[in-house]
């Protein structure tokens, strides 16, 4: 019996999370939740959006059990990770065939990878991460809860990657380096320093330019 699968979002990162699945021949899409009541009857991928996240504990008790979120942004992906959790679905991965994850990865539940990723030897991928097209991950790194590695991006050999952090498409973090929980790094940018928590930073060699508050 096909695993059902409902994706949380109904906008282009749970149509990318949707063609992950469909190489899956053991999971069945039933659909998607979303906040925009103009969607609700509406179709994404051939599936119906159901309305917003008031319908899971429906969809639980209709046997539906396994959740995918399908935002990209760190603070949503968290908060709808909760919601799902709290409603009693188990996170399930959605992973493209095409991407080379090493036996020796530790992936967590929830964990979205795209195409033409390489996670090689032993990375630690923590819950709910977000591995952007082409991204390459190397061993003894581990990334944090909630977090979204942008496509293209290269994360050097034994980096710490805290909860809710943005690697941004094509940045390069070099080895040994520390990012700290709610930190963001800029699209095209080097990491040659550690990076605090909250931290916004930009450029090569990347700069924190400003904190969250």
């Not at 973090?173 to 700290?180: D, E, F, K, L, T």
Request: with cysteine.
């Amino acid at each position: 019996m096909a695993k059902k699968v409902v994706i949380l979002g109904a906008n282009d990162g749970a149509r990318i999370v949707a063609y992950n699945l469909s190489y899956d021949t053991g999971i069945e899409v039933v659909g998607f939740v979303d906040p925009d009541a103009s969607r609700w009857g509406t179709q994404l991928r051939g599936k119906p959006i159901l309305g917003s996240d008031d319908v899971l504990p429906d969809l639980f008790a209709q046997g539906v059990r396994h959740a995918v979120v399908a935002a990209g942004n760190p603070k949503p992906r968290a908060r709808l990770r909760r919601i799902a959790l709290d409603a009693g679905f188990e996170l399930t991965n959605a992973i493209h065939p095409t991407a080379f994850v090493s036996p020796d990865v530790r992936l967590g539940r929830g964990v979205v990878i795209l195409a033409g990723c390489v996670l090689s030897d032993n990375p630690s991928i923590d819950d709910n991460v977000w591995i952007g097209l082409s991204a390459v991950i190397t061993h003894d790194t581990h990334v944090g809860c909630d977090t979204l590695i942008g496509g293209r991006s290269a994360v050097g050999a034994e980096v710490e990657i805290g909860q809710r952090v943005v690697i941004g498409w094509g940045a390069v973090v070099g080895p040994r380096r520390i990012i700290g929980d709610d930190a963001s790094v800029g699209f095209g940018s080097n990491v040659v320093y550690d990076i605090p928590e909250r931290a916004v930073a930009v450029g090569n060699p990347a700069q924190v330019i400003k904190y969250r508050d």
